[in-house]
């Protein structure tokens, strides 16, 4: 069973950067392609970015230019480098694969933008 385990949400101002990490259990980046989703309160689920096993990327209009995804070489670890927050960034962000595997979504870590 693979786990999936994110973290580095927090508070951050406007304007400010956090950086997520997604740390799988194993290299299920070098199988599958992988995204990062966020669900704010009463909202569903958006994908947000996403990496191929190839490491071709894609975003989000919201986000384009803003959020960088990436990932390890060792394939375990995939990053969401987020800029420029904005209050509207607020959410629970979550890491899956692509299609997502409903037995992977693990608990997302909360990003909160706000002064």
């Known amino acids: 069973q693979v786990q999936l385990v994110e973290s580095g949400g927090g508070l951050v101002q406007p304007g400010g950067s956090l950086r997520l990490s997604c740390a799988a259990s194993r290299r299920i980046s070098s199988i599958y392609g992988m995204g990062w989703y966020r669900q704010a309160p009463g909202k569903q689920r958006d994908l947000v970015a996403t990496?191929?096993?190839?490491?071709?990327?894609t975003y989000a209009d919201s986000v384009k230019g803003r959020f960088t995804i990436s990932r390890d070489n060792a394939k375990t670890t995939v990053y969401l480098q987020m800029n420029s927050l904005k209050p509207e960034d607020t959410a629970v962000y979550y890491c899956?694969?692509?299609?997502?595997?409903?037995?992977?979504w693990g608990q997302g870590t909360q990003v909160t933008v706000s002064s």
């Open positions: 899956n694969t692509i299609p997502t595997i409903s037995a992977y």
């Open positions: 990496i191929t096993s190839g490491g071709s990327t």
